[in-house]
């Protein structure tokens, strides 16, 4: 049996049509949505702010039967989240700066802040959560890798193993929240000196403008781990059973799941990608791998050209680093790196340090990558163009580049292209080694199916181009060398022709002729 929707007097609440469609004017929640949120606002207090979240759902009993929901919520409260984050969100959400509301519309307002309102509103929820803290950089880094590790375990069938999850969040996780907290505290310093802001110690040092600044630059989709653990608690079931999409319904930021084994990535890198861009979530497809395909560069180049869609490159350096690049563009060689555009690239490295460089001017789409071989260029051997991939700086010195050798690559800190910062740990002095080189697909199913069809297509043209070239070179060396075999029949005729005093041109006929 699972407990009873019921209002303060004790009768089961169920809000009349009138008032749903009121509120669904000045709310963006559709008619079922507010039916929950006021069910939810109508319970009593008796359990933990996310716990009558998660219970506010007449969907929940088809979701967790039998008083589970409440268990699940209490684990993850007990074992994921921050201590005391549940009365943290209630409280950062029902604060108002304007006139004071009724208690029905704050809570609707405060839910509608966690995302429907906008990713702002929502960042500036996460950041009244943390608000206060002795180390605002670390416990943001930290609130917001147990938010989504809570919502990915709300879908979950079962919770794992509390011993298990405990050694897997320090392993896995600990090390992303130490990366991520060092980047906030380096992007703060850097505001308060390009401000010329003085730090006192007792003031804390991040302030909202400056994290919400960190977030839209760094990790636009990172309101997300909040918007989804909430609207999963509260909407679970109830989506899946509209047959009619609304506006305000959208896609829910899915953490990257590998079509085939990575010796790159590991839990601790693959999800912050997800909050980088859009692409970066869901499906991704190897294309390449150096460990299972070999350190070639023409394994490489085979697997890549072609493709046409989102991509993201993995660089594994023999010093431990780990590095990659984001691009849309399509796959092509080119001598430089002018003929190469893409709506959006950037470059990023996850550890030692997690730091992203985006586009510095987006528009000026020059230098982005560059990807040149002289096997793939027969147009002129004399063009002495440097054979690899790169990315930003120009041809002769690319910001990242990996030669054709896929030895002494280099990793700048600076170009025109991209925004300046180290890509290698100081001591690596800019080169570094490969360990493992991979190229992913990526950008949702159906991206990553018409990627390959265009470079099945484009592979099956190239086919076809070196066949036909080979048929006219083949036809070229048939004649060539009959031409060097005079006493073929052929060619017999000309060579006892030429001499005779009776040989002579036939200006009518466009030959030559004997005379008789």
């Known amino acids: 049996m699972t407990r009873p929707l019921v209002n303060e007097e004790g009768s089961p609440f169920f809000a009349d049509l009138t008032t749903l469609h009121t509120l669904q004017e000045r709310y963006p929640f559709t008619a079922a949505e507010l039916e929950i949120l006021v069910r939810c606002h109508e319970l009593a207090e008796e359990q933990s702010f996310l716990v009558k979240l998660a219970t506010a759902s007449p969907y929940s009993v088809f979701f967790l039967p039998d008083y589970t929901a409440v268990d699940r919520v209490t684990w993850l409260e007990e074992h994921v989240l921050p201590a005391g984050f549940s009365h943290q969100l209630q409280s950062a959400l029902v604060e108002q700066d304007a006139a004071p509301t009724s208690s029905l519309e704050q809570f609707l307002e405060g839910i509608a802040n966690t995302g429907r309102n906008g990713p702002q509103e929502s960042l500036r929820v996460l950041y009244r959560c943390v608000e206060g803290s002795i180390d605002p950089e670390a416990a943001v880094a930290d609130l917001v890798v147990r938010l989504a590790l809570a919502t990915q375990l709300w879908h979950r069938p079962e919770v794992p193993e509390t011993d298990g999850y ?68 509260l909407f679970h079931g109830l989506h899946a059973n509209v047959e009619e999409e609304t506006s305000t319904m959208r896609a829910k930021i899915a953490l990257p799941e590998l079509n085939l084994p990575s010796e790159i990535f590991t839990p601790s890198i693959v999800m912050p990608l997800a909050w980088m861009d859009p692409a970066l979530s869901g499906k991704f497809y190897r294309l390449y791998s150096s460990f299972h395909d070999g350190q070639s560069f023409n394994r490489l180049e085979y697997a890549i050209l072609g493709y046409e869609g989102p991509t993201c490159v993995m660089i594994h350096t023999t010093a431990n680093a780990v590095l990659g ?15 190469h555009t893409s709506d959006e690239a950037f470059l990023f490295t996850c550890q030692p340090a997690w730091n992203v460089y985006r586009l510095c001017h987006k528009g000026e789409k020059q230098h982005l990558w560059y990807l040149y071989s002289q096997e793939l260029d027969s147009s002129n051997k004399n063009i002495t163009a440097p054979e690899g991939l790169g990315w930003g700086g120009t041809s002769d010195m690319p910001r990242l580049w990996i030669p054709a050798s896929l030895e002494r690559c280099h990793a700048g800190g600076w170009d025109k292209t991209y925004q300046p910062g180290p890509l290698l740990p100081d001591e ?32 099956q043209q190239t086919k076809e181009a070196l066949q036909q070239a080979r048929v006219v070179l083949d036809k070229r060396e048939f004649v060539n060398d009959l031409q060097q075999m005079p006493l073929t029949k052929v060619f017999q005729h000309q060579a006892l022709s030429r001499g005779r005093h009776d040989f002579v041109l036939d200006e009518k006929h466009g030959g030559y002729k004997i005379e008789e």
């Not at 929240?177 to 730090?199: A, C, P, S």
Request: contains cysteine; aromatic residues 12%.
């Open 428 to 459: 690596c002095c800019e080169r570094f080694e490969i360990q493992y080189l991979e190229v992913w697909a990526v950008g949702g199913e159906e991206r990553i199916e018409q990627g390959l069809a265009k470079q099945a297509m484009f592979r």
């Open 166 to 233: 405990v050694q897997e969040f320090q392993e896995y996780y600990h090390p992303t929240i130490h990366r991520i907290t060092d980047h906030l505290r380096n992007f703060t310093n850097q505001k308060h000196e390009q401000r010329k802001e003085t730090k006192s110690s007792h003031i804390t040092s991040l302030t909202e403008r400056i994290f919400l600044e960190w977030a839209e630059e760094t990790f636009p989709l990172l309101y997300l781990t909040l918007t989804d653990l909430v609207e999963s608690l």
């Open 325 to 339: 690049v984001f691009t849309n563009a399509r796959w092509r060689a080119c001598r430089d790196t002018s003929g």
